[in-house]
């Protein structure tokens, strides 16, 4: 039955959506964590990074894949350096930390939104890729993108390296106890300042490297941002401010929501009920629908 | 005569696994001073904020004056008559003394600026009443939290810490003051670490441990009951055993 | 401070800001330079101050539940946008005058903002800014998918005599616009200023902002009083919003519901000052003349975006308290240093 096929269709290509989406979120919850900071410009490393796929990839011979590694260290380093002033802005006598946090953020995000905007204007680019440009049978459902699968596959392959670092490496277990307590963490010699670089040089790592994919899958426009950045916090909030192993779980069902919506409702509806979902959610179990987050 | 202005039944708060108040029966006499003490972690902050609607207790219940106040809202029970201090004296920022005084709910029938004036002038700090709250000695801070608290003309003032972190001199006069408002007839109820401060000023003390109401008593008595010793030496802060 | 002789700038600055009978003279002269000032403009310049008195008295607004009361509004944005569209389908749909528009987009937006207002303001922090960005962002894609927006068409203000409802008013021009920003500019700070610096009310919003447990210890019913706070702030966007909207005559949901109306009422009152009457008028003023300047002398309306972005940054990290605070004394150049000393130390990452 066609139907079904369609239906079918649709949720295995909500559940290779959702793989990517999820090693945006992971990252962006780990900050969380760790920094107690909403990062408005989540988005805009997902933009940079589809971006930097754009414009590399002509540089070396128009494979987008091969920009993946360069944007993941780029991105990291990156990150590594604009830590240490939003954890300057978020702590010491100044008044209304949180306030001065979320307002850093924002300022960053605008920052990076209208340079590129400045720079490249407002047209939407391709990420070209020759070795992702066929198909792929899977096992009678259907015919996907390559490009499509891969992302899942280095999604998925991501979302356990970096599962691995922070469970089972001496730089991830400082993390945590960071996330858990930072002045206990402290006491316990842990460089604050070092592992929450590396955090968020991780997650701008992590999401712009996620952004290159989504670059692959779509395309790259200075405007995209604001759509991931919605989808970052629709994640978390789903899961539990600060709950990473409900960001899977709300990875996947975003992934799906997108998916079948897109096809069932039509377009236009999407970011209504999306943003609509993530202020409902928000008043009714501001703890996540999932786990315990940790409410302010 | 002694009639009780403020009773806890039964008064139980949990925090997932943790029971930080269990089932603290406890009642404080109108016109008298007592002491809440216990290790840290006690619960002691815990029943103060259970006490006055910060934290909604998951049992008991909280009686003030005849009326029952049990899960009210924190404001309701401010306007009620139980005033409360906070451990850190912070002022209101961008205000000046008096603007921090003035800040306070007081009954529509009060004359807030006449009020604000006598106590001010009754703490001895109506010399900086215009200056910014923010540039004040960290005694003065503790003086101020006080006289916000006055404002509502309560009949009991819970006091977490009053003199803690305050030099000497001031600390008597902040007891002095507390002494003469408990003269006029305010009922107090006061955590306090520091037993020489504790034994000028209290009437009885009732000792928390772990969460529990162990002993009430005069303070000769608490200081020397074996219950009280073990639930201080129990604990790793050595250094606070009363006497 | 010296003796009267050496007074710096600074220091009768100081003085002149704590004076209370020298407010009401600044607010009075600056009410009549502002109302002789357009028969001194071009129509050009005319304009400029126009969209500087709005931005003005929309940073004050956001500045009231932002600033004042601490809660970071996101989506503040949302009311200007929603006050425009009520303006416009009453006028066009009911064909009332303007006037009437802008009243019942004010009631709207009240009880918009008091239904919206009861369960939002009980987040706080990151969940507050969280959740009302989320909400002017589906406000946005609602006003997109209306009909009676005019969806992604937009919708037109009818123009001519006798649409305004204001009697003597022929065909509303410059002038008018100009007048009826600066009433409501002068409004917004006359009223900011009795609300948060003269009364009881005032010090009650601040104890809120800067400890609410204490607050609701000493009596204070934070909810209400957050939740007037909010309301009124939000009326006061929405009215600016309509004014706007029967100004420029056309609106569309990407441009009145633009996230980036948000940004800029935030980032004026935060160069200004949060949480003081002179900072937005100082960083609306500002940001807005770095906005037209831009676009006139370099050519390019969009580098304004990155500049705003840097400002916020730089505002943030080094002068947290605005313009106003350095007037203040409170942003040295020691203060600036010993910024920068901690900053650096937290780059020892190795």
């Known amino acids: 039955m066609v139907s079904t096929e369609l239906l079918s269709q649709s949720i295995i290509n909500g559940l290779l959506l959702g793989g990517i989406y999820v090693t945006v979120g992971v990252g962006f919850a780990l900050v ?67 306030l001065m946090g979320l307002v850093f953020t924002f300022g960053l995000a605008t920052f990076m939104r209208g340079s590129i905007l400045t720079i490249f204007g407002p047209n939407t680019r391709n990420v070209p890729t020759n070795a992702l440009s066929g198909g792929i049978e899977i096992g009678g459902l259907g015919t996907f993108p390559e490009v499509r699968v891969v992302t899942a596959v280095v999604g998925v392959l991501s979302l356990v390296a970096f599962m691995y670092y922070l469970y089972r490496t001496t730089g991830g277990t400082a993390i945590r106890a960071i996330a858990e307590d930072r002045d206990i963490a402290r006491l316990m010699g842990v460089n604050i300042n070092r592992y929450q670089s590396i955090a968020y040089g991780v997650y701008a790592g992590l999401t712009a490297t996620g952004g290159v994919f989504i670059g692959l899958i779509y395309s790259a426009g200075p405007g995209m941002g604001l759509q991931y950045t919605a989808f970052a916090f629709f994640m978390i909030v789903l899961a539990g401010l600060g709950y990473l192993p409900g960001i899977i779980i709300s990875g996947i069902v975003l992934g799906l929501a997108q998916s079948l919506t897109a096809v069932y409702l039509g377009g236009e509806l999407v970011f209504f009920v999306l943003f609509g979902m993530i202020y409902v959610l928000l008043l009714v179990r501001p703890e996540g629908l999932l786990g315990k987050g940790e409410v302010a | 005569m002694s009639e009780t202005l403020l009773q806890t039944d039964g008064l139980t708060k949990r925090f997932g696994a943790l029971t930080a108040n269990d089932e603290i029966t406890l009642g404080v006499d109108r016109g008298e001073i007592r002491g809440l003490i216990g290790p840290n972690g006690s619960g002691k902050t815990t029943f103060f904020n259970s006490l006055t609607g910060f934290y909604t207790p998951d049992e008991g219940t909280v009686t003030f004056d005849g009326t029952d106040i049990t899960g009210w809202e924190s404001h309701r029970i401010a306007r009620e008559g139980v005033g409360r201090t906070f451990q850190i004296a912070a002022p209101f920022g961008n205000m000046t003394v008096r603007q921090n005084m003035l800040a306070v709910q007081t009954p529509k029938s009060v004359d807030e600026h006449e009020r604000a004036q006598e106590i001010l002038e009754f703490l001895d700090i109506d010399h900086i009443a215009d200056d910014d709250a923010s540039g004040m000695s960290g005694g003065q801070k503790k003086l101020l939290g006080l006289g916000r608290v006055l404002m509502l003309d309560p009949e009991c003032i819970l006091l977490d810490e009053p003199t803690a972190g305050v030099n000497p001199a001031l600390a008597d006069r902040i007891l002095e003051h507390l002494r003469e408002l408990n003269d006029r007839g305010t009922t107090f109820m006061i955590i306090e670490h520091d037993m020489d401060v504790l034994k000028q000023i209290v009437d009885t003390v009732s000792v928390l441990d772990q969460g529990r109401h162990i002993v009430q008593g005069t303070f000769e008595e608490v200081s020397t009951d074996d219950r009280v010793r073990e639930a201080y030496l129990g604990s790793a802060d050595d250094d606070e055993v009363p006497v | 401070m010296g003796t009267e002789n050496d007074l710096t700038v600074r220091d009768r600055f100081q003085a002149l800001l704590g004076r209370d009978d020298a407010h009401l003279w600044l607010f009075g002269i600056g009410a009549v330079v502002l109302a002789v000032l357009p028969f001194a403009l071009s129509t050009f310049w005319t304009r400029i101050a126009l969209g500087a008195l709005m931005w003005i008295g929309l940073a004050q607004s956001w500045n009231m539940i932002g600033g004042y009361a601490g809660y970071l509004d996101f989506g503040h944005g949302a009311y200007f946008g929603v006050g425009a569209f009520v303006t416009g389908i009453v006028m066009v749909e009911l064909e009332l005058p303007f006037v009437a528009g802008l009243l019942i987009a004010g009631v709207f937006c009240a009880v918009l903002a008091y239904v919206v207002g009861v369960p939002t303001l009980r987040l706080s922090g990151a969940y507050f800014a969280i959740a009302t960005w989320a909400f002017a962002e589906a406000i946005k894609e609602l006003a997109l998918i209306l009909e009676i927006t005019g969806g992604t068409y937009g919708m037109t203000f009818p123009t001519g005599p006798g649409t305004s409802g204001i009697p003597l008013v022929g065909w509303p021009d410059e002038m008018f616009f100009y007048y009826l920003m600066m009433v409501l500019t002068l409004g917004t700070i006359a009223l900011a200023y009795f609300l948060f610096e003269h009364s009881e009310f005032g010090f009650r919003v601040k104890a809120i902002r800067d400890h609410e447990d204490a607050a609701q210890s000493l009596g204070i019913d934070a909810t209400k009083i957050k939740r007037r706070v909010y309301v009124i702030s939000c009326v006061i966007a929405a009215l600016f919003g309509g004014a706007n909207a029967y100004y420029i005559t056309f609106i569309h949901p990407n441009d009145v519901l633009a996230p980036i109306i948000t940004d800029q009422m935030i980032i004026m009152a935060l160069l200004g000052g949060l949480g003081t009457i002179g900072g937005p008028i100082i960083g609306g003023v500002l940001i807005f003349l770095l906005n037209r300047l831009s676009s006139l002398f370099l050519g390019n309306t969009t580098i304004y975006l990155p500049l705003i972005g840097l400002l916020i940054m730089v505002t943030v990290l080094f002068a947290p308290s605005g313009v106003i605070g350095i007037l203040r004394g409170e942003v040295g150049r020691e203060d600036v240093k010993q910024n920068l000393r901690e900053l650096a130390e937290k780059f020892d990452i190795l």
């Open chain 1, 32 to 98: 969380f964590g760790v920094l107690e900071i909403i990062d408005f410009a989540v988005g805009e490393y997902v933009m940079l990074g589809a971006f930097t796929g754009a414009i590399v990839a002509p540089m070396v011979g128009g494979e987008g894949l091969l920009v993946v590694p360069l944007a993941f260290v780029a991105f990291f380093l990156v990150g590594v350096v604009i830590q240490p002033f939003i954890h300057h802005v978020t702590t010491g006598d100044r008044p209304m930390p949180l």
